[in-house]
């Protein structure tokens, strides 16, 4: 990627001492059939969380859950202290200013031009159009395409549209970023490009994330890279060493399989996870 200029950032708000996310003991189902069972983990803050398991167990209701677009049928969801599972609307907007999300194929608004989407939240929240301006053309310049402002989403490739996708979720510096399979869709060059951003926003802005990946490539890519914000490009970390604050989880039939490390999760000796990492 190309060289940019660094980014003076608002302040980031300073959550309480704590996890970023904790689930206990939380099960969901849809029309009978159970979804989610008795699911219990936490995210502490600064550390990234990569989501895998099949397509169908779960994964993006366990996100819904945790950004409060979802309630579960039982157990106890917390966010920086907050418990979202019992939140009224009004407090999950509030608390909603500090999680970005980016959703599954970017799901941005067509109708909309680049610097509208990435400052929809902000417009919503009645900022001002100058200020409005600013805080997008340097969420753009993080993920260097600060030259779309007037673009709309047509004119973009899926590369560059999963960009925006990105710099809309971090555009009012949250705390703890939520990516639904952020490279779904993309070839492989693309997607390590957006795998990049991903670990620029963990190691340069210090946002705690849990990203769902279908991507084994990308989830390794992840553990096994940080980013040299000098030289602005992510790069292979000493041989035989990992990102120690990269984890993973794994869902399997409404299960949680393996919640655990990079090393854990290579040697396991679970069949299951055996058969799905190689």
């Known amino acids: 990627m190309a060289s940019a200029a660094p980014v003076a950032e608002p302040q980031q708000w300073q959550p309480p ?5 904790l689930f206990e003991d939380v099960s969901i189902g849809f029309e009978g059939k159970p979804v989610l069972d008795r699911i219990s983990f936490k995210l502490e803050q600064g550390d990234t969380r990569i989501l895998l398991g099949p397509a169908g167990v779960g ?3 366990l996100l819904k859950l945790a950004n409060g677009l979802l309630k579960p049928d039982s157990g106890r969801i917390t966010v920086f202290g907050e418990e979202v599972s019992a939140m009224r609307e009004q407090e999950l907007f509030r608390l909603r200013h ?4 980016v959703f599954q194929e ?3 608004f067509d109708s909309l031009t680049v610097r509208d989407n990435v400052g929809y939240q902000l417009m919503e929240e009645h900022v001002p159009d100058e200020e409005i301006d600013e805080r997008v053309k340097e969420a753009l310049r993080v993920v260097e395409l600060e030259h779309t402002m007037e673009k709309v989403p047509s004119e973009l490739s899926g590369g560059m549209r999963r960009r925006v996708a990105i710099a809309r979720a971090v555009v009012s510096n949250p705390a703890l970023v939520l ?3 952020p490279t779904g869709g993309l070839d492989p060059i693309t997607s390590t490009t957006i795998i990049e951003l991903v670990v620029k926003q963990r190691d340069v802005f210090r946002r705690s994330s849990l990203m769902i990946t279908h991507r084994l490539q ?3 890519v992840m553990a096994m890279n940080r980013y040299n914000e000098k030289e602005n ?5 000493p041989e035989g060493t990992v990102d120690d604050r990269t984890s993973f989880l794994m869902l399997n039939e409404g299960k949680l399989v393996f919640d655990g490390s990079t090393h854990d999760l290579v040697h396991s000796d679970d069949p299951f996870i055996s058969r799905y990492i190689r």
């Open 17 to 21: 001492a704590g996890p970023a996310i």
């Open 106 to 108: 970017g799901a941005l």
């Open 59 to 61: 994964k993006s209701v």
């Open 218 to 220: 990308d989830a390794f």
């Open 98 to 101: 500090h999680i970005g999300m």
């Open 179 to 181: 990516y639904d399979s």
């Open 233 to 237: 490009r992510m790069e292979l970390l």
